[in-house]
């Protein structure tokens, strides 16, 4: 639904967004990731049809958005960053002049307006200015007027920046509500967003794109991937970092104050070996935790081109 | 058509929702009355037209047009809200047109306001009411002339004064071109055709001419050439700094 292919765009000197390419189907929910700056905006304002792309295309529906602007805009729903509305007018005049500009009039506008309304939970304050709103309620607004024509494609950037816990629970669970028929791209710098709702994930660096990914794909990067912890008293830990070493399938094993860490080497599990080690020595552990990996890692490692460690640091380092 | 009624509504609903609207009209008549009846001299010429009304229109635009105008772009620049309007399904021409036709409507009505000075005319005299009307018409398209100016530079700047200070200072050029204080800077050394090009490009003449009473063809295109000149730099202006 959304095909972007080789994209770039440059403001003077500073090149924004870098060859960028990928796409997303319907049913996905891509999240679009970066730090601050990365060029996850620009693109989105690319494929929006508010910024010409300097090389490269964008397709909305297989309509290229520079060749056919309008009739893109028309099937697209996009929330610019921090929810921009006419702060002078209340949620349900701005959704009505949404309507109008999209088309709707008589009784279709009022239901297109009803139900975005409905769909965002902004039944109290749909007659108050919408300066008076908190910024829970802005967004929410921001979010009503792309969802007003029920889209096809929908892009929004940083949903849930700003909102409370609650209000970023009920954002994303909205998103997950309508993602089966649609096809959702969001940015965002928060990664407990991308597990929470997207099935795939983009990031994004200087203008390119640094990896691609389902969640687990890319936790699978971070250098703790598979990585074992085990808590102990120090003693114990003493005497069981050589034999860990020794281990078949154990690749560098870190001793801390209270825990070590065993990295695999790379296409091993070593979890149920050192589980039953530890049972069979009758060890002394308070714990024995599996690491997924953190996409946190992976997000520092591939957005500051940090060297990563470990066997899985190779992997990523390779990409 | 559709789309673009629907930005004018907006628009034009704006400058009621908020004191501007209110604030304006209510300077703009209470400058004309004073303009007309002071400096004007309104009862001690004896004459029963609205000749000294409309002669201070020029001038009165020069200070109130750029501030309906200001707003048009600079403050969808400022609040991001150009973003959304320009990824609605509307073009950037559109756009223009409707924020353009909104604000002109808006002076439109604050002129129409001033009715009472053409009731009391009437009520002094017989004054010749097809001037009254042709002068009407000519404020008017040059209202319509000094917006289209002021819709250009609000959408140079996202500061409203500085879209406010520019658009009055090319207005002022394009007022005082026919003036003596201009052309005598010329006068003597520049040649004629080029004295007679400026005196021709000043809204003070063609709207002299309008305002005699008889509709002047050539001050007609003048206005809407200067309009169409200056929204067409608009819409350029638009698409070259929306992504600030």
Sequence with gaps: MIEIDRLCKRFGPIVAVDDVSFSVARGEVLGFLGPNGAGKSTAMKI???????????????GLDVTEHGIEVKRRLGYMPEGAPSYNEMTPVTFLGFI????????IEKHRAVDRAADMTRLGEVLNQPIETLSRGYKRRVGLAQALLHDPEVLILDEPTDGLDPNQKHEMRTLIRDMAPDKAILISTHLLEEVGAVCSRAVIIARGRVVADGTPAELEARSPNHNAVFVYAPPQTLRTL??????????GEVEVGDDSLCARPREGCEVYD???????????????VRLERGQLDDVFRAVTTGEALTGNAGAKAAED | MGVMLAVFRREFVTYFVTPLAYVFI?????????????LGAFFDRGQADLQPFFSFHPWLYLLLVPAIAMRLWSEERKIGTIELLLTLPVSTTQAVLAKFL????????ALALTFPLWLTVNYLGTPDNGVILASYIGSLIMA??????????SALTS??????VLAALVCLIFAVGGTPIVLEFFTGWAPAGVIDTIASLSFMSNFRAIARGVIDVSALVYFASVIAFFLFANVILVDLYKAR
């Design chain 2, 102 to 109: 909104a604000a002109w409507a808006f002076t439109a009505i």
């Design chain 1, 273 to 287: 070996k050192i589980q039953v080690l530890v049972r069979q020595r009758n060890m002394l552990v308070s714990e």
């Design chain 2, 159 to 164: 500061n409203q004064v500085i879209a406010f």
């Design chain 1, 241 to 250: 970092a050589p034999i860990l070493r020794e281990l078949d399938g154990v």
């Design chain 2, 26 to 38: 209510v300077i703009f008549l209470a400058l004309a009355g004073t303009l007309t009846f002071f």
């Design chain 1, 99 to 106: 309507a109008s500009v999209r088309g709707f009039s008589g």
């Design chain 1, 47 to 61: 494929v929006a049809g508010f910024l010409a792309p300097d090389s490269g295309r964008a397709l909305v529906c």
């Design chain 2, 144 to 153: 319509g002339a000094y917006l289209a100016v002021g819709a250009c530079f």
